[in-house]
């Protein structure tokens, strides 16, 4: 069966600030109470996913959550008018406003595991959203992140749609940004490969000091279960609790995969070689892994520029190309690694640079922009055309982003009751441009 990786990015929401919610997400503390540009921040995302569209990349767009999310702060006993209920958030608990107003769904690498119909016993896609149960301002995205995915993946004879594991942290899912998938050809039985922080139940394994591991064994293995995998095509690898607690709070900030190339740092994985072994034994011998040294770069120089929270490619040129933030060119030692990458042809056959300083500065790079998710050609028709890139849609979502976002938001401005009117007025052109339906709790 022929298919091809399709990639959804998640649009920056309006309310895109810096309030420094991701504790173990270096970049996210660092710039803590600094002014957002929710304007840019959407823009340069958009015009990511328009390169990629013009490059011959199936390119789509996953709609942010509604923010502020008033439907929390009333579960947790704010009453009124929903103008009220942001008043008197603001002044007695300003750091739940703050997480309610989290435009964090915009990393959409963390908003589901999906497994594509070659690997599933059903012949159909499988999406589970994830819990995110580690940060509370991500673990109340689940619900509408579910029903973005149908809207936008609406075919049942085609795609099936989970609920989210339990939330509770014996199941923390941190969905795609912990899970890769290898294979030959993309429409061919490939090998998912999940990466977990912690066993939940078992605590005689290696686990991080400082930083959570938000990720656990069970909700990788129960995330096999729900999507009908054969586990003799599954991989499962913890990642080394060291590097949690220098920053890397999912393996996408220390590796990244596609078809049969692994990239990934020295230090990424407890019991590496015993990785590298299982996957190349599953993937028939046929296998690249290009392992990044400590003193080639450090683990710190990988999360400050997000070498690894890249995309790496298939393109229609048939070039493997990987997609870098600036950071990575503007590091110096990061930079001269990409440089031999490149000379010594080891797989990857070029870069492109992409400025997402606003994205960046929270924590998130190109990988965490998007979700992965492998179609066969009548899938691909099946999926909601109006979210697809395309220059008419390019165009469109530019000028309602002129219409609808702040140039600059700080802290203080999340209890401004304009925001949520700005934000939901916004919405509901999206879901008309976007053709969602009724997604959003205020539309209901």
Not at 83 to 106: F, G, H, T
Not at 144 to 155: H, Q, S
Not at 204 to 218: G, S
Not at 243 to 256: E, K, L
């Amino acid at each position: 069966m022929k298919a091809l990786e399709a990639n959804f990015d998640g649009l920056v929401g309006p309310t895109h600030n810096y309030s420094g919610l991701s504790f173990g997400n270096v970049a996210s503390a660092i710039n803590q109470a600094a002014p957002s540009n929710p304007k840019q921040a959407a823009k340069q995302g958009l015009a990511k996913m328009k390169a990629l569209a013009d490059m011959g990349m199936v390119q789509g767009v996953l709609a942010p959550q509604e923010r502020p999310d008033i439907k929390t702060l009333r579960q947790l006993g704010f009453t009124g008018s929903d103008q009220y209920v942001i008043e008197q958030a603001a002044k007695q608990a300003p750091k739940v406003l703050a997480a309610c107003c989290s435009a964090s769904s915009m990393w959409t690498a963390n908003a589901a595991t999906v497994s594509p119909s070659a690997d599933t016993s059903d012949g159909r896609v499988h999406f589970t959203p994830a819990n995110l149960t580690n940060k509370f301002h991500r673990s109340i995205e689940h619900e509408v992140t579910g029903r973005i995915l149908k809207a936008t993946f609406p075919d049942a004879k085609h795609f099936v749609h989970h609920s989210s594991l339990p939330s509770v942290e014996h199941f923390g899912d941190e969905g795609a940004a912990n899970h890769t998938r290898f294979c030959h050809e993309y429409g061919e039985q490939g090998i998912e490969f999940f990466v977990y922080g912690r066993h939940a139940f078992d605590t005689r394994h290696p686990a991080p000091k400082q930083f959570p591991a938000r990720h656990t064994y069970e909700a990788c293995d129960a995330v096999v279960r729900l999507h009908h995998l054969d586990s003799g095509n599954v991989v499962f690898a913890q990642q080394n609790p060291d590097v949690i607690d220098q920053g890397v709070f999912h393996n996408d900030v220390i590796a990244v995969g596609n078809k049969d190339i692994l990239f990934c740092h020295e230090q990424a994985f407890l019991n590496q070689q015993g990785v590298y072994d299982e996957l190349t034994e599953k993937m028939a011998g046929d296998f690249t892994i290009i392992e990044v040294p400590t003193s080639a770069v450090s683990v710190d120089d990988a999360v400050s520029s997000y070498l690894f929270n890249s995309q790496l490619l298939s393109v229609p040129t048939g070039e493997t190309m990987l997609v870098l933030p600036e950071e990575c060119r503007d590091n110096s030692k990061v930079w001269t690694y990409v440089q031999q990458l490149l000379a010594d042809k080891r797989g990857i056959d070029k870069v492109e640079i992409f400025d997402l300083k606003q994205s960046m500065a929270n924590g998130g790079g190109p990988a965490c922009l998007r979700l992965r998710v492998v179609l066969s050609e009548e899938e691909r028709q099946a999926v909601n055309p109006a979210t697809l890139m395309n220059d008419k849609l390019f165009n469109r979502l530019n000028q309602w982003v002129d219409k609808h976002y702040r140039d600059q938001l700080m802290e203080a401005d999340l209890a401004d009751p304009k925001l949520l009117d700005e934000s939901r007025a916004a919405l509901d052109d999206l879901t008309q441009i976007l053709s969602l339906g009724a997604i959003y709790p205020f539309q209901r």
